[in-house]
């Protein structure tokens, strides 16, 4: 069994959306280990906030069966495979962990270089695998953070209002 973090992305229907992605991958990999919610300005473009944030599952499916389930249920949402890398998105999710795995073969990379890139997957990723290493530089997570660069950092923790409904 291993454990994965997928991260979770929206700025449209973003309430609709990641509520359905979290019904969907739960229905996939049983209970998880969610997040908090982090509004986020978006990243190389104008546009509306996004609802990011990280879960945690276990499963024994193939890393790239879990990649085209994290697929499937993209295009379930709205999501349209022509968008562009810094574009609005109905739903994005991103396999960033699977156990110790390192895997780069082209559209699959694991660990997802955003992790150390991006505070909106590693501020959640440090939230709910604080101590957890990261499979090339052995760094914890919440070290990681601790180090990350917060200068104009532009997300806040929110709470919408489906996970008060929960």
């Known amino acids: 069994m291993n454990i994965g973090y997928i991260s979770i992305g929206s700025n449209i229907d973003k309430d609709k959306n990641i509520l359905a992605s979290l019904q969907a991958l739960e229905q996939c990999f049983g209970k998880l280990a969610v997040s908090s919610v982090y509004e986020t300005e978006p990243i190389g473009f104008s546009g509306d906030v996004f609802y990011n944030l990280v879960v945690g599952f276990e499963s024994d499916l193939e890393v790239k069966q879990i990649a085209k389930q994290l697929r499937q249920i993209e295009l379930d949402n709205g999501r349209t495979r022509d968008s562009k890398k810094f574009s609005a998105r109905t739903l994005d999710l991103d396999l960033l962990l699977y156990g110790d795995m390192i895997v780069n073969d082209g559209r ?44 104009d950092l532009k997300q806040k923790r929110i709470t919408p209002a489906w996970t008060l409904t929960k």
């Open 108 to 151: 699959l990379r694991i660990p997802r270089d955003e992790i150390e890139r991006y505070a909106f997957v590693l501020e959640p990723l440090a939230e709910i695998a604080p101590t957890l290493g990261h499979p090339v530089s052995h760094l914890t997570y919440a070290d990681l953070w601790e180090k990350f660069d917060k200068t």
